[in-house]
C-alpha cells in the first residue's frame, strides 16, 4: 500500500513507501538532474539555513543576499520532502556568494515533522549529487552552558547523537557504498581547520557578540526540553540543544563533505525549578533569529570566502 509521508513524488510518480527505496542512489540522481537542469554552474558550498538564521524569507536573510538567484521551491523538486515548520520557506535557493556559487537551505527537515532521519538528511545526499563538497550547517539551540547567554554563537565541535543512542540513525539500513562505508569514522565529523578559522574571522571582522565553540545535541522534539532533561544533558557535557542538524552532519560526513557547523543561542534553557516565569517558544527562536541574522550572514560570508580562497580543489 502507498503511505503519504510527505515526499513530493507528483512528478515522477514513484511509490511512496516508507523504506529506504525513497532514497536511493538512482532515485536522488533523478532529483539531482532535475536541479542541475535549472542551474548554470556547480555550487561547491551548501548552507543549512536554520531557524537561526534566516529559515523563513526575510529582508537581509543570507538566502535573500545571494547574487544572480535561481529559487527552486521544495514542492517543485521531485523526491523532496516539504518544510512543514512555522517560519520555514522551504526552499533550495542558488547563487553566488563571496565570488562563487553555493546552494542555501531555505528551511530543513525534522524528526519531530514526521519524517524518519533519512528522509530529513536526504538533501544532503542531493547536494553531494549536484556538486557540493563543503557543508555549512548553522541551527537555532538553547543554551546549557551555563556561560551561554541569547544571541551568542557556538560553533559545532563535536556532538553527542542522542537519538542513536535509542537506535535511530539516518545511516540505518542497507548501505550503498556509493555513498560512503558502511560504518563510517566520526571522530573527526566537524573540520578542526574550519573551526579554527572561523574563529580568526570572527575576531578579524569584528563580529558583534560572543563566539564560543561546544558540544550540540539534538532531541526528537517537538516540545522544549523538561528541567530534569536539561541537567541530565548538562552532566553529559552537552553545551547546547537542539532538534535538527546530526542526522544532516552524520550523511555528509558518510558522503566525504566537510562539514563546518554552528548554533545561534536563541533561549537560554530554564534549568531551575524556582523559575516560574520563563518560557522557551519557537517565537522568540525566530525572533533573535531575525536580531542576529546580519551578524552571522557576514559570518558566512567570510568563512565562504576563506573556503573559496583556500579550501576548494585542495580536498
Ligand atoms: O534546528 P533549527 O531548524 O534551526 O530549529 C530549532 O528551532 C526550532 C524550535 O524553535 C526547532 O526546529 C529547533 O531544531
Known sequence: MSVCNGFNNHQNGSTDTD???????ET??????????RIPHEPKVGIICGSGMGAYWHEGSLAE??????????????NFPVSTVEGHAGQLVFGTLSNIFVVCMQGRFHYYE??????????????KLIGVEFLIATNAAGGINTAFMEGDVMLIKDH???????????LQGP??????????PMNRAYDAGLIHEAKQIWKQE?????????????????????VAELRMLKLLGVDAVGMSTVHEVLTARHCDMTVLAFSLITNV?????????????????????????????????????????NRLNKK
Open 206 to 226: 569584528h563580529l558583534e557578540g560572543r563566539l564560543f565553540d561546544g558540544v550540540y545535541t539534538c532531541l526528537g522534539g517537538p516540545n522544549f526540553e523538561t
Open 65 to 78: 543576499a545571494l547574487g544572480n538567484k535561481v529559487i527552486i521551491p521544495y514542492h517543485d523538486i521531485p
Open 160 to 170: 553527542i547523537n542522542m537519538m542513536g543512542f535509542a537506535g535511530n540513525n539516518p
Open 114 to 127: 514526521g519524517y524518519p532521519l533519512w528522509k530529513c538528511a536526504m538533501p544532503i545526499r542531493v547536494m
Open 269 to 309: 534553557c530554564v534549568m531551575d525549578y524556582q523559575d516560574h516565569d520563563t518560557m522557551p517558544s519557537h517565537e522568540e527562536v525566530m525572533d533573535v533569529g531575525k536580531v542576529r541574522q546580519g551578524t552571522l550572514k557576514l559570518f558566512v560570508e567570510k568563512i565562504v570566502a576563506y573556503i573559496a580562497e
Open 28 to 37: 536522488l540522481l533523478q532529483t539531482a538532474q532535475y536541479i542541475q537542469s
Open 19 to 25: 523504506d529506504h527505496n525513497g532514497c536511493s542512489y
Open 175 to 184: 548501505n550503498d557504498n556509493r555513498w560512503g562505508p558502511r560504518f563510517p
